[in-house]
């Protein structure tokens, strides 16, 4: 008995410290501490910005952008928040639900044209400057443009999917770097065959999510998925993981581990010189820039060709103003001022992307003079054109659902080519 | 007493430390990762432990601005809820146990059903709810989410707990002509002390923990919470830096940690005593 | 402990009937109005959102449309596939979860040297966030970098294995870390438990000459009989609800083989919008486990 006395006269001192704890925060913090009722506005409009830009040189880009504007327009003030790529899909869908959508809406090609049928985003037509619609070719404009003819977002920045080469991993195999204007598929194939070897491989290839980077470079195929609402998957199609799954499994001159995961899980590997090749968007420049050991060589190489050309998929960001906006007109006035060549060449070499913009594009050549692998970038992104399968509305879901998974098994060498072909074809069909 | 192996007593021993190289390993490389520069972690002749120790990673978990203010919002919400849930839950509690009102069954059966349903279900429409009320995006919204889905559990504990008070001391109180909220302050509250210890550790560390809330009903980067934050962190596109991502992995385990110790003991002893007798 | 573990009548005073209900309304309605405006009115219509077709859309209409999500639902193979994943994800956790930690509570109860950090030690999972844990359990499954890897390559053993990225053995390997996660609930709820076994029955049965694991399996078991029908239970469902981990762990890949029904539902409702389909889906996991519960419970009453 006496020992729970003890203990009972313990835990009310402890109870009493913990109340204390407790309170004191409680005591410290306003209302507003949790977000309630801090809407007061002055006179001027207050714009809300997501923005994705997650590398740090981006970041410092889309910031330096929304000062310049900032200090332009006093009556429009524009306030950046910061989004993530990884959830801005499901982010998007909340937001847009309750009505607490930002007013402008920074995203891709493939991600939004499902919100443009659903009526969330603003027609920009009657509001872009001709400067901006002018600087962007038609073909990129379609990769933005509803089925209703509504102009949905501006384009922004493209990528394309390049092939990073180890500079003295070629030279130490008497390799020689290729050039030219493009290198196909078979010269790619073969000059990982020659590379590998000895614990190392020719290629590593992080395609933990391979719809994207399947999709985009099929066109350089004629491989184009979709016309219209239907699906094809023939030849064309699947040359891409055809080949892909050749080199992994026939010849072993990619490695087969490297294909179930995420392209920063590969990055190191290139680095530690146990692949000489490393596939990725051309937005890992920057990564490579700033991460690479010392002494590490590079290079670019010329963009993959396949029978049709070195044509692969743009799939641009995206820059878009919520329907619900209070402010569609000074929204699409930021977003024309955001598309300014200067704004736009800046932001592209921030994250070592292409801008869609043709004179933003002459103003990148220009201020990196080609260097860095600048050029072949550039060059690559010369192939991009619109692909059916951005303005297809259930693309997402049959992405996640149904491409992902069977790639994903086929990659794994669990499934064959025709079990691919099957699940690509029903399970867009599934979806009706 | 009765016949024993004699290999029974090391067998013993095995097993427990096999249970605990299990429990703690993945805590041991999380805290050695942490200290460990970029270098280190990713080089090819790895060292169980990092050379120096180095904290550069803590320096730029907390750098990270996001991070220290989501530690602040959680910390903010998983206080406030815990304060509500407790001085709700303790009323609530003796009177289900004390009276017996048709209440109890009808209370008995929320508690049971409340941990069947699945959340999607919930989540829409107090998504809608908190929209209407303007409450999405606040933190105020999720701690009266966070209170009411710890009630049940809080109030499933406390039950049992006030079961194992002995009637005739609040008899014997009544008859000394005690008023019953008189004796519910004089008499219950003090017994009632380490259930509610226990009650508001479990209803803090459920809502320092919780994610799913969050991630749908907060998505301001300002209001989000630490475990919305790592998530994040993690998920963050490209190269993902180990070694901050450890350290912020750790300082976020930190305040659960604290008050567990704070009440260790009396955690293993009475925690769920009160839970299983309920 | 000792004091709480006294067995307590639980009889009102009898006195003051009439009042006694007001007092008792009175105690419970700050409890009350919060839990039905926040969790009963969102069940009830989340249950109703079930039966209609909403979806995302700007001033997109709600309509009733009877039982056609579920005529739907029934011949959705992802669904059910993932419905499939989701039981043996939340059966095997379960059943791994209670193994272990009755091991580990049975050990701890023992008078051994080291028990204080050990129990320390059981408890440090749950002070961690699920999404902490995920992160943890990725540092260490990275294939490159991560030490159960690095220690197989030690061994001689393969070392290419990209644990959460195969989906042969994705998983299992979520499957691991789901026990490592949930341990401590359980462990402690048996040890509490194992204390309130009477020490008489167990000495009684020694002295009869019962061997140790006659005495577990005649005596401390059926003692414990109702706490485990009650955590099984609670981990049961818990598990099977469980969303944090895998979100963060995997988010259902690859190739969809760790897509617990949670996840599916969440993916169905906020990635493409289907808020009624969702919904829907929701009401089929709770008639479905509603149902095994109610036969899992009384078959335990019934052996009681």
Redesign the interface.
């Known amino acids: 008995m006496e020992r ?1 006395i003890e203990m009972r006269t313990r835990t009310s001192a402890s109870v009493a410290a913990v109340a204390g704890v407790l309170a004191l925060p409680l005591a410290l913090t306003a209302c507003s501490a949790f977000g309630v009722g801090d809407d007061d506005e002055g006179g001027a409009v207050t714009l809300t910005f997501q923005s994705l830009a997650y590398q740090d040189t981006t970041i410092a880009a889309t910031q330096d952008i929304v000062d310049a504007w900032n200090e332009a327009n006093p009556d429009v003030q524009v306030e950046l928040v910061q989004g993530s790529w990884d959830n801005v ?2 982010q998007l ?2 937001q ?2 309750g009505g607490t959508a930002p007013d402008v809406i920074h995203d891709e090609s493939a991600d939004i044209m ?1 919100f443009a049928e ?3 985003l603003a027609d920009l037509e009657p509001y872009l400057s001709e400067d901006t619609k002018s600087a962007v070719s038609e073909d990129i404009w379609g990769t933005v443009t509803a089925s209703d003819g509504a102009i949905v977002a501006a384009p922004t920045l493209l990528q394309s999917y390049v092939v990073f080469a180890n500079t003295d991993a070629f030279a130490d195999a008497g390799v020689e770097i290729p050039t030219g204007a493009s290198l196909t598929w078979d010269d790619f194939q073969a000059l990982a065959s020659q590379l590998g070897g000895d614990g190392g491989f020719g290629v590593g290839w992080g395609l ?1 999510q391979p719809t994207a980077t399947v999709m985009n470079l099929s066109l350089g195929f004629d491989g184009t998925y979709f016309d219209g609402d239907q699906i094809t998957v023939g030849e064309n199609e699947l040359a891409v993981p055809e080949r892909i799954h050749a080199m992994a499994y026939e010849d072993a001159s990619l490695d087969p ?1 490297s294909l ?2 995420s392209g920063s ?1 590969v990055l ?2 290139f680095f530690d010189g146990k692949y000489a090749m490393y596939v990725a968007g051309n937005y890992i420049a920057q990564q490579i820039t700033e991460s690479a050991p010392e002494g590490f060589n590079w290079a670019v190489l010329p963009p993959l060709a396949g029978t049709a050309g070195a044509t692969q998929a743009a799939n641009p960001q995206t820059m878009s103003v919520a ?2 906006s209070e402010h569609v007109e000074e929204s699409a006035a930021f977003i024309d001022f955001f598309m300014q060549a200067e704004h736009q060449a800046a932001l592209a070499q921030g994250d070592w992307l292409i801008p869609s913009s043709t004179p933003a594009r002459e103003l990148v050549a220009e201020q990196t003079a080609g260097e860095n692998g600048w050029d072949a970038i550039l060059a690559s992104g010369e192939g991009l054109s619109a692909a059916p399968f951005q303005s297809v509305v259930n693309y ?2 049959w992405k ?2 149904y491409a ?3 790639l ?2 086929y990659f ?1 060498n ?1 499934i064959t080519l025709e079990e691919l072909q099957t699940q690509l074809t029903d399970g867009w069909n ?1 979806l009706g | ?2 016949r024993r192996n004699p290999l ?1 007593r090391p067998l ?2 095995l ?2 430390l096999a ?2 190289c ?6 041991i ?2 805290l050695t ?1 942490a200290f460990k520069t970029d270098r280190e ?2 080089s090819p002749e ?1 060292s169980f432990l990092p050379e120096s120790l180095n904290l550069d990673n803590f320096t730029a978990a907390i750098e990270r601005a996001d991070l220290f203010r989501a530690a602040g919002n959680s910390l903010l919400t998983a206080v406030t809820t815990t304060v509500i849930v407790t ?3 303790l ?2 509690a ?8 048709r ?1 109890r069954m009808v ?1 008995t059966g ?1 508690i049971l059903l ?13 998504f ?2 908190l929209k209407n009320i303007g409450l999405v995006n606040t933190l105020l919204g999720l701690v ?2 966070y ?3 710890a ?1 049940p559990f809080a ?1 499933w504990m406390l039950q049992g ?1 006030v ?5 005739e001391l ?2 014997a109180s ?1 008859v000394d002509g005690a008023g ?1 909220f008189k004796t519910l302050r004089r008499i219950v509250l003090p017994l009632l002390a ?2 509610l210890v226990a009650t508001s550790l479990f209803t803090f ?1 459920n809502s ?2 919780e ?2 809330f969050a ?2 009903l907060i998505q301001e980067p300002d209001m989000q919470t ?2 919305l934050a ?2 994040r962190f ?1 998920g963050a596109e490209g190269q993902v830096q ?1 070694g901050p ?2 350290a912020a ?1 750790l300082l ?2 930190l305040p ?2 604290v ?2 110790m704070l009440i ?1 003991k009396r ?11 309920g | ?6 067995p ?6 009898k ?1 003051r009937r009439s009042t ?2 007001r ?6 309605l ?3 109005l ?2 039905m ?7 009830v ?3 109703m ?2 039966f209609t077709d ?1 979806e ?5 209409e709600t309509h009733f449309n009877g039982i056609d999500n579920y005529t739907a639902l029934a011949g959705n ?2 669904f059910w596939n993932s419905f499939k994943i989701g039981l043996i994800w939340a059966f095997a956790v379960t059943a791994l979860q209670f193994l ?1 930690s009755l ?2 509570a049975l ?1 701890l109860n ?1 008078d ?4 204080w ?16 844990i995920a ?6 499954l ?4 991560g ?1 159960v890897n ?1 220690t197989l390559e030690t061994l001689g053993l393969p070392s ?1 294995i ?1 644990w959460l ?4 053995i994705a998983l299992p390997v979520v499957i691991i870390v789901g026990v ?1 996660a949930g ?1 401590p ?1 359980t462990t ?2 048996l ?3 194992l ?2 076994v009477p020490a008489e029955l167990n000495e009684a049965a ?1 002295i009869d ?1 019962a ?2 694991w006659r005495r577990f399996w005649h005596v401390t078991l059926p003692a414990l009989r109702p ?1 485990i029908t ?1 955590i099984t239970t ?1 981990d049961l ?2 598990n ?2 469980s ?2 981990l895998v ?2 762990l995997t988010a259902g ?4 083989t760790t897509m617990l ?2 996840l599916f ?3 169905e ?5 289907n ?1 009624g389909y ?2 829907a ?3 089929v ?2 008639v479905l ?2 149902a095994f ?1 109610f036969v899992y419970l009384r078959a335990q009453m019934r052996r009681r």
């Open positions: 729970e899909h499901d869908v909340t847009f639900q499902g659903q009526g969330y933990q581990v179930t995961q899980d190191p590997g329907a619900e997402p879901q996640d659902q992902t998974p069977a994903q098994q794994a669990e599934e | 007493m009765t029974t013993q021993y097993a427990l249970y605990m299990f429990l703690a390993f993945p805590l490389f999380l990762t972690i990713r790895p001085a709700v839950s009323p609530a003796y009177a289900l146990v004390r009276f017996r009102t209440l209370a929320w409340s941990q069947v349903f699945p959340f999607i279900l919930i989540i829409i429409p107090l809608l709810l009266l989410v209170a009411v889905w009630l109030l707990y079961a194992a008070i002995p009637v609040e008899e009544a019953r380490p259930g560390i320092w923990n994610f799913f991630l749908v630490l475990p790592l998530a993690v180990l991502l450890a992995a976020a385990c659960s940690l008050f567990f260790q955690l293993t002893a009475g925690l769920l005593s009160g839970a299983v007798k | 402990m000792t004091a709480l573990a006294a307590a009548p639980t009889r009102a005073p006195r006694e209900g007092d008792a309304w009175l105690l419970v700050p409890a009350l919060p839990v405006l926040f969790s009963v009115y969102p069940l219509y989340g249950v959102l079930g909403a995302a859309g700007l001033n997109a193979e992802l272990a091991g580990l050990l023992l051994l040297r080291l028990r950090l050990a129990r320390t030690l059981a408890l440090i999972p749950w002070a961690m966030p699920p999404v902490i992160i943890m359990w990725q540092l260490m990275n294939p490159n970098y030490p690095r290419a990209n990225g195969e989906s042969a490592w341990m609930q402690i709820t040890l509490a438990g204390q309130s020694a000459g061997s140790t706490i009650a609670l469902i818990w099977f609800n969303f944090a979100f963060v890949g690859p190739g969809g029904p949670s539902a969440y993916n409702a906020f990635r493409y919008g808020f969702a919904a889906m929701g009401n996991m709770v486990i509603g519960l």
